[in-house]
C-alpha cells in the first residue's frame, strides 16, 4: 500500500514539474494567436455568419492548417536566433531588405489600430460609456502597459484577458443556441471568394510573423538563467518542441472563436451595422437574450485591448530591429502609430464595417514579404543550424503560404 502511494505521489510530482516546465515556455505562440482572434476578426467572422449562417464551419477549421506552419516556422526562428524577424533579416540579409519587410506592415498596422480601437469603443458603448471616455483611458493604458514593463511582466496578464475573451464568446453562443444549419456551403461567385479572402485575410497577419519570433527569442533569452549556458542546446530542443504543440493548440482555438462567432451571427442581417453599438445590443438582444449583448461587448473589449498590445508590439519590435534602432525608443513608434488612430473612431466608428472587411484582404499582400522571407530563413542551414526545416516541413509551409496569397489574389478578381 506504502509502496503504491509513493509511486502515485512521485507520478503526481512529475507532472506538476512537467507543467511547471510547460508554463515557464507557455505564452508567445498562444497570445499570437489569441490576437489574431481581434476585433476585426470579430466582425468579419460575424458578417460571414450573417451571410452564410454556418455555411463557412468547414473553411474555418481547414484554415487552423496553414495557420499552424507559417507561424510555427516563425516561432522557431525566435528560438533559435533568440532575436526578432527584423534583426535576423537585417543581420543575414540587409537593412535595406528588413526595412522592405517591415515598413508595409508599419502601415497597415496603423489602420488595424483604427479597427481595434472601433471594437472596443463599441463594447464600452454597449454599457453607456462614451469613446471620447474610454478610448483615450485605453489609449494610456495601452501605451503605459508597453513601454513601463518588461514583456515577461505584462504576457500572464494578455493570457489572463485572453481567457476572458474565450469565455464571454462562446458564454454569448450558449445564450444564441446552437441551430441546425448546414456547415457547408459553397458557390462559385465573386461575393463569395471575396469573403473567403476575408476569412484568409483574418487567419494569418503580418504582425503576428514579427510578435511571436521576438516574443519567443526574448522569451528564451530569459529562460537561460534557469538552464545555464551548457544546456542551451536541451533549452532550445524544449522550447521549439513546447512552441510546437502551443501554435498548433492556439491555431484549433482561434479557429474555433471564429467559428463562434459566425454561429452567434447567424439570423443577423448582413446589412445590420455590426459597429454600431445600438445596432448591435438591439440584434442580439433579439436572438440570445438581454444579456449577450453585454458579454459580447465585455469580449469585444478583451479581443480589441489584447490586439492593441500585441500589435503594438510586432508591429514596433519588427520596425526598430529593421532600421537598428535601440529598444529603449520602441515608445516612439507606440505613441506615433496609436495616437491617430485613437482619434479615427471617435468619429466614425459606426461606418467601419466595410473597411474592416477590405482590410482583412490588404493584409493577404502585404504577408508576401514577410511570410518568404520567413520560409527562406527556416529553411536556411546556415541560420537554422540543425532545427532547419526538412523536406516535408518546407513543403507544408510554402504550401500554407501559398494557399493563403492565393486567395488574395481571387478577391482582387472579385471587387
Request: aromatic share 14%; proline share 4%.
Amino acid at each position: 500500500m506504502q509502496k503504491k502511494f509513493l509511486k502515485n505521489t512521485k507520478h503526481l510530482n512529475s507532472k506538476i514539474h512537467s507543467l511547471q516546465k510547460f508554463m515557464r515556455f507557455f505564452g508567445p505562440a498562444w497570445l499570437t494567436m489569441m490576437a489574431d482572434m481581434d476585433a476585426a476578426s470579430t466582425i468579419s467572422a460575424a458578417e460571414v455568419g450573417a451571410t452564410f449562417r454556418y455555411g463557412l464551419i468547414w473553411f474555418m477549421m481547414f484554415l487552423a492548417i496553414p495557420l499552424f506552419f507559417v507561424q510555427e516556422a516563425t516561432g522557431r526562428i525566435g528560438v533559435v536566433a533568440q532575436d526578432g524577424l527584423g534583426n535576423v533579416i537585417r543581420k543575414n540579409y540587409s537593412k535595406k531588405t528588413a526595412l522592405w519587410m517591415t515598413i508595409p506592415m508599419l502601415l497597415t498596422d496603423v489602420i488595424t489600430y483604427v479597427a481595434e480601437y472601433a471594437g472596443i469603443a463599441v463594447g464600452f458603448e454597449i454599457f453607456g460609456i462614451s469613446p471620447f471616455i474610454s478610448l483615450p483611458i485605453v489609449f494610456v493604458l495601452h501605451i503605459l502597459l508597453v513601454t513601463k514593463r518588461k514583456y515577461a511582466q505584462f504576457e500572464k496578464m494578455l493570457i489572463a484577458i485572453s481567457g476572458i475573451l474565450m469565455a464571454t464568446f462562446f458564454i454569448t453562443l450558449i445564450f444564441r443556441g446552437v441551430k441546425p444549419y448546414s456547415p457547408f456551403y459553397f458557390v462559385p461567385s465573386g461575393s463569395f471568394f471575396f469573403m473567403l479572402a476575408v476569412t484568409v485575410g483574418a487567419v494569418v497577419m503580418p504582425f503576428m510573423l514579427f510578435f511571436q519570433a521576438s516574443a519567443s527569442g526574448e522569451k528564451v533569452s530569459s529562460l537561460r538563467n534557469y538552464f545555464g549556458e551548457e544546456g542551451e542546446t536541451y533549452l532550445k530542443r524544449k522550447a521549439i518542441s513546447f512552441s510546437k504543440w502551443e501554435t498548433f493548440v492556439g491555431a484549433i482555438v482561434t479557429e474555433i472563436l471564429m467559428v463562434v462567432i459566425e454561429m452567434v451571427a447567424t439570423g443577423i442581417n448582413p446589412s445590420d451595422n455590426l459597429l454600431s453599438p445600438k445596432d448591435l445590443s438591439m440584434i442580439l438582444s433579439s436572438i440570445a437574450g438581454s444579456m449577450s449583448p453585454y458579454i459580447f461587448g465585455i469580449g469585444l473589449i478583451a479581443a480589441g485591448f489584447l490586439a492593441l498590445v500585441v500589435v503594438s508590439l510586432g508591429s514596433a519590435w519588427g520596425f526598430i530591429e529593421a532600421a537598428g534602432i535601440p529598444k529603449d525608443k520602441t515608445y516612439i513608434v507606440y505613441i506615433l502609430e496609436s495616437l491617430p488612430a485613437v482619434i479615427f473612431p471617435m468619429i466614425f466608428s459606426s461606418s467601419l464595417v466595410n473597411f474592416m472587411l477590405t482590410l482583412m484582404v490588404i493584409f493577404v499582400f502585404v504577408l508576401i514579404g514577410p511570410g518568404v522571407m520567413v520560409g527562406i530563413i527556416s529553411s536556411s542551414k546556415r541560420i537554422m543550424g540543425e532545427y532547419v526545416s526538412n523536406k516535408k516541413w518546407k513543403i507544408f509551409y510554402w504550401s500554407s503560404l501559398a494557399f493563403v496569397l492565393f486567395f488574395g489574389f481571387i478577391a482582387l478578381t472579385s471587387l
